[in-house]
């Protein structure tokens, strides 16, 4: 029979039939993509199982790896403190740690004359530090001063930067800087005292003893412990207002004045543990006539902080116990 011979009514029932009741869901249905079947996915999920095993292989082979650099690490670092600690040790039996052990040692030694004070430039190597040498004024009854600041003439110039003053420059011979590190060294390994002599141009000496001298380290910019003045110094307490100044150089302002840097408005370049700014500075620029000018090698209240001196030296020592 023709299709166009068959009544609407029987293609609507025979559509229900094909639809099912619920025909529009199942025609739905029919758009899900067919599932994988179960051997693929058992293949797939080997497959990443052999991936995920290899993974953890390498990490557990990159994990230990790491340990052993670690370990190799360590050790090495363990045998350089060991060697640094030998060094250390046999450099300490080599040289004295200051000039105050270099007297004890001549004093016991046949050469050494008990009654002869005498100058001398010799190697010391404060604990933790490089061997140095230094001037030492060694006086009868085996008293070592180690010399931290000799100014005598102009030959050497005191306007440094920071570094040189914290490394130390000039000659223990002639005018010479120390070194802030040396300083802060020695004087944190044992207390120190700390005594200045100094002489001005009409031929008048006079002198200053501070019985705790200390000097911290570069994390805090090398900060100034000076205390204990020898009630008899004849030269007058001018460290005062110095203590617990941190250093500063004409590179670095660490100083009280809020305008400017004192080591370049008053200091003549000097550097120095500078508070508003000075009365003492013997790091000041030498000048061969006193005059009155601010900058020069200064001792308030002994002179005007304007005069400068014809000589002036800082001398460290152990303090007594
Ligand atoms: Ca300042």
Aim: glycine letters at 8%; aromatic letters at 10%; hydrophobic letters at 35%.
């Amino acid at each position: 029979m023709a299709w166009r011979l068959v009544p609407a009514t029987v293609v609507l029932i025979l559509l229900r039939i094909a639809l099912g009741s619920n025909g529009p869901t199942v025609s739905r249905s029919a758009t899900v993509p067919r599932l994988p079947s179960q051997s693929f996915q058992s293949n797939v999920a080997s497959s990443l199982d052999t991936i995920l095993s290899k993974l953890e292989a390498n990490h557990r082979e990159l994990t230990s790896s790491i340990s052993e650099m670690t370990r190799v690490a360590r050790e090495t670092q363990m045998e350089m403190t060991d060697l640094q600690e030998d060094m250390e040790l046999l450099l300490g039996q080599m040289y004295k740690p200051s000039c105050q052990e270099i007297a004890q040692d001549q004093h016991e030694g046949v050469a050494w004359e008990t009654n002869k004070a005498s100058v001398g430039v010799f190697t010391v190597k404060p604990p933790k530090y490089r061997p140095t040498e230094v001037r030492c004024e060694i006086e009868r009854g085996a008293v070592g001063w180690t010399v931290m600041l000799s100014r005598t003439n102009g030959i050497e110039l005191f306007n440094r930067t920071y570094k040189e003053y914290q490394e130390g420059f000039g000659h223990p011979t002639g005018d010479y800087w120390i070194g802030n590190d040396f300083l802060h060294r020695l004087t944190t390994w044992k207390p120190h005292q700390l005594r200045v002599v100094m002489e001005d141009w009409d031929g008048q000496k006079t002198w200053a003893q501070y019985n705790r001298f200390r000097v911290a380290g570069p994390e805090d910019s090398y900060r100034i412990t000076i205390e204990q003045f020898e009630a008899d110094s004849a030269a007058g307490d001018g460290m005062e207002i110095h203590n617990g100044m941190l250093f500063s150089t004409y590179d670095r302002d660490d100083d009280n004045n809020k305008d400017g840097n004192c080591a370049q408005l008053f200091g003549g370049g000097g550097g120095w543990w500078y508070n508003n700014c000075y009365h003492v500075l013997p790091t000041g620029r030498y000048r061969s006539s006193g005059g009155m000018e601010y900058g020069g090698v200064a001792w308030y209240p002994w002179r005007s902080v304007k005069h400068s001196l014809k000589a002036i030296s800082l001398l460290l020592r152990r303090s007594s116990p």
